[in-house]
């Protein structure tokens, strides 16, 4: 069984940074793409960015020049350095990764994590 474990989260002022982490552990062969989506309350979750294996990136438009998407293949684990918070980031923050177990090593699954609320005050 393989599960996404998020940290990093927190309250922070507008301006402040935070980084946040999604560990994957279990039956892992590789990890294909990884990317972190944000839930604020009303609105339906959106990408925030994405990487893939090859550390090609992906950021939505509202992020760009202020976050940082980066992994660590050896680790199984993806970050997302977040700089010059505005209060329009609050949401809860998931990790979403393709997974390729030792059991189904050429079917990837995508899996995601329970969140890691980030709140920025002004």
């Known amino acids: 069984q393989v599960q996404l474990v998020e940290s990093g989260g927190g309250l922070v002022q507008a301006g402040g940074a935070l980084t946040l982490s999604c560990v994957a552990s279990g039956s892992i062969f590789r990890a294909g793409v990884m990317g972190w989506y944000r839930q604020a309350p009303g609105k339906q979750r959106e990408l925030v960015a994405r990487?893939?294996?090859?550390?090609?990136?992906t950021y939505a438009d509202p992020v760009k020049g202020r976050f940082t998407i980066s992994r660590d293949n050896a680790k199984n684990t993806v970050y997302l350095q977040m700089n010059s918070l505005k209060p329009e980031d609050t949401a809860v923050y998931y990790c979403n990764a393709e997974i390729f177990t030792t059991s189904a090593p050429y079917a990837g699954t995508y899996i995601g994590g329970q969140g890691t609320q980030v709140t920025v005050s002004s």
């Open positions: 990487i893939t294996r090859g550390s090609t990136t």
